[in-house]
């Protein structure tokens, strides 16, 4: 099989996994090949609008595991493939020295074991970063169940590592994945994500090993697999501070057990040392394939945050590839809108000081589509409405339908030097379209009717869909 | 009295100095433009280029306005902007009067052009670093990376370094096929700006073409490794997300010409 062919099959088993961002690492060439940029870097656009920053590819695609989502699963029988690490070495420098791609992504099936998996990554990373001299940027995914020894290797190679968690609650993993277990996912998250927060690696030495695997992290990874267990009425009550409570300590309790019992522990970088993953953890989700609710999704999106300081939660529409009872039909269309409003929600989460129960609660689990949460929010709240531009708080600015992080910033600076009026907002480039039947400028309303009007709103931003009158009824 | 000045960045700040200290200037211009005087005053003054006074503006921008002052000039020197030369006079001339706090007033007649115009080319700047594609020319002892662009705005010396920080072994050129300008990085030495003349421009055409048409010459391995990457952005899409329209407004068709996938598609779907 040559490299071509290879390659098909393997980018047709990686491209459901949406993670592509090559931001968050700075990283000057110092002799070889490649850099890394803060900012990130988008290489094209492929067909369906989504962007292409890495070598997205699959070690090998032929797995153990019997997922019932996963086109990979092993009793499907489509084609099976493998890189060795040489041949995909070359591949991904050559497309980079062509500024075809800004690194790599390199995800696998389990093939045979996890060890033996993350071994054949870690060579290719090896060669890439020793025998090539490569300085770009590097996107692992962790194999669950690999020993941390090579994660450790791994992590300080790549510069974001991910392991995806699947399903947002222990019930649907078992249901579709079930040779998973959410602790087995959540044990090398919590490996990881200590090793950032010491900045030195998941091993302080070689002695620490033992006691430090078996310890806390045991615990802490049961008491995790409670918190992303669908929230209950109960639970949904208060969901953000119990899962703060219970993880937080433990975690904050290992890290300063470490810091206060050694004296070699490299609590800042050595000039010249390898950072452990620079650019931090990530995870993805699958969304459609269970029974799950919005809410549940993002209480255990909530809590992926809080606990292991993730720097993304991905959202993947499930796409049907295989036919399999528990699954949507093979002909039902992806749940794109309902992506979408995740990760409206994901930001409001983390940019725009929202709470989970402000989005979504036990009387409406679910998001509406065709609507964004911020303007349902609106919505739900008339008496927070209308905003007088010039005198609302900078987060009051960040609740207004249409205003964002950049227009909220913008008026806060210039309202400094004067009085803001609609047409100082167009100048600034606040968009209008949707904010200006949400605020006043200088005590004037500056939507359509003389005064707020939250049903006249909706009619007119999100109209309700045409409904044929029957003839006989 | 408009002045008129040589193009070139310090051109244009000797010309910021002698408005500050010599006389007021209705415009600026480059010289070489069509340049038509106005009818209510008498003529246009040539401005000659001195870099020491140019250094005295430059350090002044640095030391007297805010942080974005100096970027925010530098973009719109750059760009394809008419009377853009106009639009820093009256930025500087309103910036030295207030001080570090004009780059707030985002809506001032004099302030609000010039930022827009630094947005726009940032922003094709950062789109570039992604939407350019290098070939592989064969050459002894070290092959040569060749890279065409059409971009709106006088990017180059934006993308300059990023690439000779990325590429430091390779030889490279970036050529801007609209100015006729071009980055030139010898392997492991500093890079230069340099107006490419038709010879040499007929030569990177012609060994362009090489790649595919001459079997002596040609350089096989260029075409596999286009073709995997053709492959690679075909397969990477998924099917029942296609949404051309989101595509379309990342990458403008003006851009495709240059682009190895894009050209492979359109002559897959003809």
């Given at each position: 099989m040559d490299t071509l062919e290879k390659l098909t099959i393997l980018v047709n088993s990686a491209k459901y996994d949406v993670s592509c961002a090559s931001s968050g690492v700075s990283r000057r060439n110092s002799g070889g090949l490649g850099n890394a940029a803060s900012f990130g870097i988008c290489h094209s656009w492929a067909a369906d609008g989504r962007c292409i920053s890495l070598l997205k590819v699959l070690m090998s695609n032929d797995c153990v595991l019997d997922c019932r989502y996963c086109g990979n699963r092993r009793t499907n029988s489509t084609p099976r493939a493998s890189f060795s690490a040489k041949e995909l070495a070359d591949l991904t420098i050559q497309f980079y020295r062509r500024n075809y791609i800004e690194g790599l992504f390199l995800s696998s099936a389990v093939e045979r074991s996890p060890d033996h998996t993350m071994e054949k990554m870690l060579e290719t990373l090896k060669m890439l970063r020793h025998d090539y001299l490569f300085h770009g940027y590097i996107h692992l995914k962790a194999i669950p169940g690999a020993d941390p020894r090579l994660l450790e290797q791994a992590g300080f190679l790549a510069d974001r590592m991910s392991v995806n968690i699947e399903q947002p609650t222990e019930q649907s993993l078992r249901l579709l994945a079930p040779q998973k277990t959410m602790q087995s996912l959540l044990k090398p998250m919590k490996l990881l994500s200590d090793g950032i927060a010491s900045r030195g690696g998941i091993f302080r030495d070689t002695d620490h090993k033992k006691s430090f695997y078996a310890g806390p992290i045991k615990a802490a990874a049961h008491e995790n697999i409670a918190l992303l267990k669908a929230p209950g009425p109960a639970s949904a009550q208060q969901p953000t501070q119990g899962a703060n409570l219970s993880y937080g300590t433990t975690s904050a309790s290992a890290v300063g057990h470490q810091r206060g019992e050694g004296d070699s522990f490299p609590v800042q970088r050595a000039s010249g040392k390898p950072r452990f993953l620079p650019g931090g953890q990530s995870t993805q989700m699958i969304i459609g394939?269970?029974?799950?609710n919005d809410l549940s999704i993002l209480h255990a999106t909530d809590t992926l945050y809080r606990t292991f300081k993730l720097k993304r939660v991905y959202f993947s529409a499930y796409v049907p590839v295989n036919t399999d009872s528990l699954l949507p039909a093979l002909s039902a269309a992806p749940p794109l809108k309902r992506e979408h409003r995740l990760y409206q929600s994901d930001w409001l989460l983390r940019f725009y000081h929202f709470q989970i129960n402000e989005i979504v609660d036990d009387a409406h689990p679910n998001l509406e589509t065709d609507i964004d949460p911020k303007m349902a929010w609106a919505f739900r709240h008339p008496e927070f409405f209308p905003v007088e531009i010039n005198k609302a708080s900078y987060e009051d600015l960040l609740r207004v339908p249409g205003i964002g992080l950049q227009s909220a910033e913008r008026i806060v600076r210039q309202r400094r030097l004067a009085a803001i009026s609609v047409e100082t907002l167009t100048k600034i480039g606040v968009v209008l379209k949707r904010a200006r039947h949400f605020i006043t400028c200088k005590g004037r309303y500056a939507g359509d009717n003389k005064n707020i009007d939250m049903q006249a709103i909706r009619a007119k931003i999100a109209p309700a869909e045409p409904v044929q009158l029957t003839l006989f009824s | 009295m408009d002045y008129l000045y040589d193009g070139s960045f310090d051109g244009l700040l000797t010309a910021i100095y002698h408005d500050y200290y010599s006389g007021r200037a209705g415009g600026i211009y480059p010289q070489d433009s069509p340049y038509q005087g106005s009818l209510f005053q008498e003529g246009s003054h040539l401005i000659e280029t001195q870099s020491s006074l140019a250094d005295r503006v430059y350090q002044a921008i640095e030391i007297k306005l805010s942080d974005a002052a100096l970027p925010a000039i530098y973009h719109t020197y750059l760009s394809n902007i008419p009377e853009k030369e106009t639009l820093i006079l009256h930025y500087l001339r309103f910036s030295f009067s207030v001080g570090p706090r004009a780059d707030s007033y985002h809506t001032h007649p004099a302030i609000q052009p010039v930022q827009k115009a630094a947005r726009r080319v940032s922003f094709e700047k950062q789109r570039l670093l992604g939407l350019l594609r290098f070939i592989e020319i064969k050459q002894e002892p070290q092959p040569l990376l060749y890279a065409r662009l059409t971009p709106d705005h006088n990017i180059l010396p934006l993308l300059a370094a990023h690439f000779a920080d990325r590429l430091q072994e390779e030889n490279f050129i970036i050529h801007d096929c609209r100015r006729r300008f071009a980055v030139i990085h010898p392997a492991r030495s500093p890079w230069r700006l340099q107006l490419l003349d038709n010879q040499v421009t007929r030569w990177l055409e012609r060994a362009e073409n090489a790649i595919t048409d001459d079997p002596l010459t040609g350089n096989p391995q260029e075409v596999w490794y286009q073709n995997l990457w053709s492959r690679y952005f075909d397969s990477v899409a998924i099917e029942s997300r296609r949404n051309a329209r989101l595509q379309n407004h990342f990458i403008p068709y003006r851009y495709r010409c240059n682009l190895v996938e894009m050209i492979k598609l359109e002559q897959k779907t003809i």
């Open positions: 394939a269970s029974q799950d | -």
